[in-house]
């Protein structure tokens, strides 16, 4: 099935609302059983799965451009342990652990113990950097939401790019490791 000559697929699960997901550049409607409004759902996202479809195909193109480093588990983790130090000024870190994630590159706890996937290893140091100042700046602002973004923004006035980079990275390890 495509909207806009976007590919999706529908998955009914025991859910009260639908949502919309795109996971690894695929879109999925994730729809509560018996929901009849498909299209009147797909109507009213268009926009945004245009849009998001179109940034995801872009980074798709970027991350063809992209060598992925491989740095061995010490050398990350002393990375990793170097640019906590650097950027927890207000020494608020608590612990820094590392696992594999299946969706996101970090997490912060509400203990403020920093959590980093360890597929990191895998890109270059300025976002392993970028990726562990974002989260110390939840040790000021939980939520993504302006004031965290304007912390950011100080530090990383190209962030966006930061951003697609690391979409593009993302999409390069997860399609490396279907093959």
């Known amino acids: 099935m495509e909207i806009n000559n976007v590919p999706y697929k529908i998955a009914y699960k025991d859910i009260r609302n639908p949502r919309l997901e795109f996971k690894a550049g695929n879109l999925t409607l994730h729809l509560p059983y018996g929901y009849k409004d498909e299209q009147k759902l797909l109507e009213k996202y268009e926009n945004w799965i245009l849009k998001k479809y179109l940034f995801i195909k872009e980074c798709r193109e970027l991350a063809d451009q992209k060598i ?3 740095l061995s588990d010490n050398e990350f983790k002393d990375i990793a342990s170097d640019l906590i130090k650097k950027h927890d000024l207000n020494n608020k870190i608590n612990g820094l652990s590392f696992r594999n994630f299946k969706s ?3 997490s ?3 203990k403020n113990q920093i959590t980093l996937n360890k597929k990191m290893a895998f890109l270059p140091e300025h976002l ?3 990726i562990v100042f974002h989260e ?3 040790t000021i602002e939980k ?3 302006a004031v965290f973004k304007e912390l950011i923004k100080k530090r990383y006035k190209d ?3 930061y951003e697609k980079d690391l979409y593009a990275y993302w999409l390069l390890i997860s399609d490396r490791g279907r093959s």
Request: hydrophobic fraction near 35%; proline fraction near 0%.
């Open 68 to 70: 992925l480093n491989n």
């Open 104 to 106: 996101k590159w970090a």
């Open 108 to 110: 912060i706890n509400s």
């Open 128 to 130: 392993i950097e970028y």
């Open 136 to 138: 110390i700046m939840h």
């Open 143 to 145: 939520r993504h939401g």
């Open 159 to 161: 962030h966006k790019k």
